[in-house]
């Protein structure tokens, strides 16, 4: 106030010419000044959406499109709420519930807010696999969520804390949820949300950011390839006295490598890689970050050897050898559990897949697959420089189109478990299950056994899912030419 | 409830400057539970500032070191080992810093540091207050303090016990301040200790700088927090007599019509009797930063350390 009446004062007291020269001169900024804001306003549900526009809801691919209704005879303290139908797993019009509240028109101002709260309550005790905001089908710059929240059947009130507000200045993305059937034996239930708006709350404090997981990880990586940094964290504690952890996008972190000719970390958390070693760490709103990543660049990628055997004895999915049969996707990112990021990506001219965050991944066939007549599936798998201590991996091949689903699990890499009557064993003297070295390609060719054993129905495969057994900790790896073959 | 402290304080504040104390009874005199008997303190008697670098001004401190004189953590099952060294207490940029420390000590998991005015700063009544900035990690036990002179001679809690801000993670909004005593200790029947906690509401104490305080005379003890006066105990607070003390409690006679055995009987009311109040002497001051122990429970595995207590001031006034 103080410069504008001073201001003031000089207007009275000059004359308009000066005022002219005044007003024409370049000058700083007054603090004073108030530029034009987008809407500061925190509310997305109350007792109705609250200044979402018409067009705000966007369910996932896959789930259920009507699982979201307004709920009049349900409500915290209010006469109505958001209701969420989660679906049987077996529901044909969606497997599980799933979606993002983006504002149909001009996004939020939020930096005045710390946290995103409602009310919630379930018709029975049980975890929503993922719940948060910033998702907005765009770059999902700032998406944030919190995993597995554990919803009873009473009201009780939620907090979702926002790692770095002075990035919120112009979000659509306002809430998003993704919620199965997972532990609840593939059972539908219902939960209800109110009262969702962010808050200033003024009770979260000790921000502790942390990226892979707060740990040293050293990785040894080829030169020429990117990698991403994973397991991004920002811990709270609450005014309740609780810490809390969300996962946290890249974006609100700062990164810094060491040689950033060697590893460049994009605002994305994506690290390209030259020869030599860095260290990656980052900051999130200019507190340091636990863990680090050091990455060892050593020698150039190798690309897979081409494949040898005759394309009239050869079905095949990917490779550059072979025309490939057409295929809807490397990597389904299905809802909620599927971890593994990555799909093709092209290496020195040539297509190779890679995955990471590893947990399990899908191909499918865009058609489904008649492979009576072929012998053996092909797959080469390249495991990072440093093998992981325990590979173990379940390659299953599916015939989702008949009423019942039929298939026939592979199990590589293990030494001992014991799978159903649907998995082989490579035992043969052609094929060996195991990696021996990491950073070598390595083929498997895995024998399609009789119907009679595995039950696979094979004039329909249309899924290739990849595995991870629970207990082994394959997070990286690279795949190429994978194709049907018969001798 | 605070909120209204908040406001009669404020009319304190001005009513102070312009009238006179006979005027303040009277405004306080409308809410009976919410009387508060205040005094004006405004004679210095001892401060730190801590505007000198380097170890604490040591014609005013003292320091407890070690595990407590029964080496089981200060009897409260506290995991530091106190030192004097500079790596847990020193004076730098205007602040005393408390600091604990994760670190294999003498058997203990962890040091920090405690300062006591015993010896070289004692005073009965009076404004004792200081500007502390808690940490903000699990399983640290921040507190000042003022424990009777006569510890040593007495025991605790004859002595008696005057804490003036007790902190812990579990609830990042509140501090308490506490009396203890005999009878009422909080270790032993039949009273608790006479507490009370306050709560900012829409902010945390690890977050900022605040004062604590007390203003205390022959009668009552008064508890602020900044410009809030949030509590006051009197010896009518205390409602028992000491544990070890002889004593009957009057639970009060029901009349009775005279029989041929006996007289009339006139009924009696119940009425509470009160127990010792030992804060009629001097006390003498504590500013510690404890790690785990009974209050707080342990660090969570993983927790931050070292961890920081900032102490702006502490001012003791007279009447």
């Keep these: ?487 | 409830m605070n909120k209204n402290n908040k406001k009669r304080m404020r009319i304190t504040t001005i009513l102070l400057k312009t009238l006179s104390l006979v005027s303040i009874l009277i405004v306080y005199s409308c809410d009976t539970d919410e009387t508060q008997t205040v005094a004006t303190f405004s004679n210095l008697t001892m401060a730190d500032e801590f505007d000198v670098e380097g170890a604490p001004n040591s014609e005013i401190w003292n320091f407890d070191i070690g595990t407590g004189p029964n080496l089981d953590g200060w009897g409260n099952n506290e995991l530091q080992y106190y030192t004097d060294r500079s790596e847990n207490v020193t004076v730098q940029n205007g602040l005393l810093v408390i600091t604990a420390i994760e670190e294999d000590y003498n058997g203990s998991s962890h040091t920090s540091a405690k300062l006591i005015t015993k010896g070289k700063f004692s005073q009965a009544y009076g404004r004792f207050e200081a500007r502390i900035k808690v940490p903000g990690g699990s399983g640290l036990w921040p507190a000042f303090w003022l424990l009777g002179e006569n510890v040593d001679v007495d025991g605790w809690p004859q002595c008696g016990e005057i804490d003036i801000m007790e902190y812990r993670r579990q609830e990042p909004t509140k501090v308490s301040g506490s009396i203890h005593g005999p009878g009422y200790s909080g270790l032993t029947d039949p009273q608790g200790q006479v507490t009370k906690s306050y709560d900012l509401g829409n902010d945390r104490y690890d977050a900022d700088f605040h004062i604590f305080g007390i203003e205390w005379g022959p009668e009552y003890i008064n508890y602020y927090i900044d410009d809030v006066l949030y509590n006051q105990i009197t010896p009518s607070d205390i409602v028992v007599t000491p544990a070890d003390a002889v004593y009957t409690l009057n639970d009060g006679v029901e009349a009775a019509e005279a029989t041929e055995d006996s007289p009339a009987i006139e009924a009696v009311e119940p009425t509470d009797v009160t127990g010792d109040w030992v804060f009629n002497k001097p006390f003498y001051i504590i500013i510690n930063l404890a790690v785990g122990g009974n209050f707080p429970g342990n660090p969570d595995s993983g927790e931050t350390f070292p961890q920081n207590m900032l102490v702006d001031y502490v001012r003791v006034y007279k009447q």
């Design chain 1, 1 to 487: 106030m103080k410069n504008i009446k001073f201001m003031y004062s000089k207007i009275i007291l000059l004359t308009g010419l000066l005022l002219v020269v005044m007003t024409s001169c370049e000058r700083d900024i007054s603090d004073q000044i108030e530029f034009a804001h987008l809407a500061k306003s925190g509310e997305i549900f109350t007792d109705s959406p609250i200044g979402l526009g018409s067009d705000f809801y966007f369910p996932y691919l896959g789930s259920k499109a009507d699982a979201w209704s307004v709920d009049e005879n349900e409500g915290y303290e209010s006469a109505a709420s958001m209701r969420f139908d989660v679906p049987n797993e077996n529901d044909p019009e969606g497997t599980y519930a799933g979606a993002i509240f983006r504002v149909d028109g001009a996004g939020r101002d939020l930096t005045e807010f710390d946290a995103l709260t409602f009310w919630a309550k379930a018709s029975q005790g049980v975890a929503i696999g993922e719940i948060g905001f910033g998702q907005d089908f765009g770059l999902n710059k700032y998406q944030v969520n919190e995993t597995n929240l554990s919803l009873s059947t009473n009201w009780q009130k939620y907090v979702i804390p926002i790692p770095d507000a002075s990035k919120l200045f112009d979000e659509r993305g306002l809430f998003w949820y993704s919620a199965g059937t997972q532990n609840t034996g593939g059972n539908a239930y219902t939960f209800w949300i109110d009262e969702l708006k962010f808050e200033k709350l003024g009770t979260i404090g000790q921000l502790r950011p942390a990226i892979e997981n707060g740990e040293d990880v050293v990785k040894d990586v080829f030169a020429g390839i990117s990698l991403e940094l994973s397991n991004l964290t920002q811990t709270f504690n609450l005014g309740n006295g609780r810490n809390k952890t969300v996962n946290v996008a890249p974006s609100y972190f700062d990164f810094k490598s060491s040689a950033p000719h060697i590893s460049f970390v994009d605002e994305f958390g994506v690290i390209n890689v030259s020869n030599g070693t860095a260290v990656v760490t980052a900051s999130l709103a200019g507190v340091e970050a636990e863990g680090s990543l050091t990455i060892n660049a050593v020698g150039e990628f190798e690309l897979a050897p081409a494949p040898t055997r005759n394309a009239a004895d050869v079905i095949s999915v990917f490779s550059d050898t072979y025309e490939n049969i057409p295929v809807d996707y490397f990597n389904g990112y299905w809802e909620p559990y599927q971890t593994t990021l990555g799909g093709e990506i092209i290496i020195d001219g040539q297509d190779v897949i890679k995955f990471s965050n590893f947990n399990f991944v899908g191909t499918k066939l865009t058609t489904p697959l008649d492979i009576s007549e072929m012998t053996h599936f092909s797959i080469d798998i390249l495991m990072p420089v440093v093998l992981p201590t325990d590979i173990d991996m379940l390659i299953v091949l599916k015939n989702e189109n008949t009423a019942e689903t039929t298939l026939q699990q592979q199990r590589i890499g293990g030494q001992t478990y014991q799978w159903s009557d649907q998995t082989g064993d490579i035992n043969d003297t052609e094929t060996n299950a195991t990696f021996e070295t990491g950073g070598v390609w390595k083929t498997f060719k895995i024998p399609l056994r009789p119907t009679s054993e595995t039950g696979l129905d094979k004039t329909g495969v249309n899924l290739i899912i990849i595995e991870r057994i629970k207990s082994s900790n394959v997070t990286d790896l690279h795949i190429d030419n994978m194709y049907f073959f018969k001798e």
